[in-house]
């Protein structure tokens, strides 16, 4: 098993760095450790170092290890969905109780999870992914239909937004992501401004080799796999 305990030191000490340079306090960056692939005992391992959030990319995925099923552990994990959701596996994203899913990426699956969070009184917390750089590879909306949509998306009873996220164009050079997440703060900034009555005070940017750049650009949630927990099979991690 790699350092976990020491990775996460080191990570929470760079956040602690970026903020600080960004002139923002660290308090205001949530560390999402993604243990997507790994086994519950590397979930443990970062628990036993202070680690609380987490996130995965898969529903069954994350209700093996983060379901009410799931081993009790103190102090209780909070878990993150970050990987886009089909329509079929939409009852067991609910049934994981995540705090927040931050891959809301079109009209469809949103209409879906609110119908089913509203038949069971909930309300999920919930962010926008925005497909910034327009990949066709890639999940989101555009800005353009999340423009469109918004009225819709805002009035659905089961959901309740709290802001926006992306994953910009894989790159060699992590400074080529920054232009991606300045985008994201200003389309951020710019739905706030039309859509007052929601909350918008999330933005989830930011990965391993980019996360420092995120929070110069204001991220709030950034998603670290592999600099936590290691390096996944390839095969997997191209997800
Ligand atoms: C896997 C994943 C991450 C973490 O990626 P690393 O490069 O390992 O930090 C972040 N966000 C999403 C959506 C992911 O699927």
Redesign the pocket.
């Known amino acids: 098993m790699p350092p976990i305990s020491a990775n996460l030191q080191l990570i929470r000490q760079r956040i602690a760095a970026a903020a600080a340079g960004a002139g923002r306090d660290p308090a205001g960056v949530t560390l999402v450790a ?1 243990s ?1 692939t790994h086994g519950f005992d590397f979930v443990q391992a970062a628990i036993a170092a202070g680690q609380i959030e987490f ?1 995965e ?1 898969r529903p069954e995925e994350a209700y093996a290890k983060f379901g009410p099923q799931s081993p009790p552990v103190l102090p209780s994990p909070r878990l993150h969905l ?2 886009p959701i089909q329509s079929r596996k939409a009852e067991i994203a609910l049934a994981c109780r995540p705090v927040l899913i931050h ?1 809301i990426d079109r009209l469809k699956i949103a209409r879906r999870l609110s119908n089913l969070a509203q038949a069971q009184g909930r309300r999920l917390d919930i962010l926008f992914e925005i497909n910034i750089a327009g990949e066709s590879s890639k999940a989101g909306f555009s800005p353009d239909e999340l423009l469109a949509d918004l009225p819709e998306l805002l009035a659905l009873p089961g959901l309740c937004s709290h802001g926006l996220m992306t ?1 910009p164009p894989l790159a060699p050079d992590p400074e080529r992501a920054r232009p991606y997440f300045r985008q994201l703060r200003l389309l951020r900034d710019d739905v706030a401004a039309r859509f007052p009555q929601a909350d918008w005070s999330q933005l989830s940017m930011g ?3 980019d996360f420092e750049i995120a929070i110069a650009e204001g991220a709030t949630l950034v ?5 936590v927990f290691g390096p ?1 099979e390839a095969v997997i ?1 191209s ?1």
Do not use: C, T
Not at 223 to 227: D, E, L, P
């Open positions: 993604v997507k996130g990319n970050i990987g891959s994953i990965m391993s080799d998603r670290v796999g592999s600099a996944r991690s997800q």
